[in-house]
């Protein structure tokens, strides 16, 4: 078990969330990691990247899809 799915699980056990909701999959964490690196290195402020992430987790609650934020951010591959 890695620490963000332990992290995820301790989570979901104290909020009675569905642990299965906070699972994150191998390609959002790609995403996400490579958000936060845009984030910190176009601003130079490494803070920016979890603040980032988190805008992006709520955004993707409300019903975003996370490969449209990417663009949105990364603009085209």
């Given at each position: 078990?890695?620490w963000?799915?332990?992290?995820?699980?301790?989570?979901?056990?104290?909020?009675g969330?569905?642990?299965?909701?906070l699972?994150?999959?191998e390609t959002?964490a790609d995403?996400?990691l490579?958000?936060?690196?845009?984030?910190a290195?176009?601003t130079?402020?490494r803070t920016?990247?979890p603040?980032?992430?988190?805008?992006?987790?709520r955004a993707?609650?409300l019903g975003a899809p996370l490969?449209?934020?990417?663009?949105?951010?990364?603009?085209?591959?």
């Amino acid at each position: 078990m890695t620490w963000i799915s332990e992290v995820s699980s301790r989570l979901a056990a104290a909020t009675g969330l569905d642990a299965g909701a906070l699972a994150v999959s191998e390609t959002d964490a790609d995403t996400l990691l490579r958000l936060a690196a845009v984030a910190a290195h176009e601003t130079g402020d490494r803070t920016n990247a979890p603040i980032l992430c988190h805008v992006l987790g709520r955004a993707v609650a409300l019903g975003a899809p996370l490969e449209d934020l990417a663009r949105m951010i990364e603009g085209p591959r």
